[in-house]
């Protein structure tokens, strides 16, 4: 099972409707695809960016498909992959796209993510200094 875990940056804010029509487009396909996994989305009102962190885990072929098409699509730019490997089992095998919008708070005790949407956070993401983003990923599956 292959997995690819990334963070960019949207091109304007998602309004709760254009994220709620990411999510219904998202789910659809992840699940005639075979895709898991979870998005993040965290609105900088300092910095006044939307910004994404994404897993997703399925079979090789797939996933690469589903790559393909995120990583060309308009709507982000700046997309930084953190992590990517396989795993003998699926991280979120309940949820064809779990969705979190969040605030700062609630990715304060993870190291690298508190700031997200920052031009330091965009930094360490360029130097490949998220290394908690599968745990914090993981944590908000794990309390719902």
């Known amino acids: 099972m292959k997995y690819i ?3 960019s940056q949207a091109v304007k804010p998602f309004s709760a409707d254009a994220l709620g029509a990411l999510l219904e487009h998202s789910r659809k396909r992840n699940t005639a695809d075979g895709i898991t996994g979870l998005l993040i989305y965290r609105y900088n009102d300092d910095f006044s960016r939307g910004n994404f962190l994404q897993i997703l885990e399925g079979p090789d072929a797939a996933l690469d498909d589903v790559w393909r098409r ?3 699509d308009p709507r982000h730019h700046t997309v930084v992959v953190v992590e990517e490997g396989h795993v003998a089992q699926r991280m979120f095998p309940d949820w ?11 990715l304060a005790d993870y190291e ?33």
Do not use: P
């Open 96 to 106: 064809s796209m779990g969705f979190k919008n969040v605030a700062a708070v609630q």
């Open 112 to 144: 690298g993510f508190a700031d997200m949407g920052t031009d330091a956070f965009w930094h360490r993401a360029a130097q490949g200094s998220l290394t908690e983003a599968i745990d914090l990923l993981k944590g908000f599956y794990d309390a719902a």
């Open 70 to 72: 995120i990583s060309s």
């Open 5 to 7: 875990v990334y963070v």
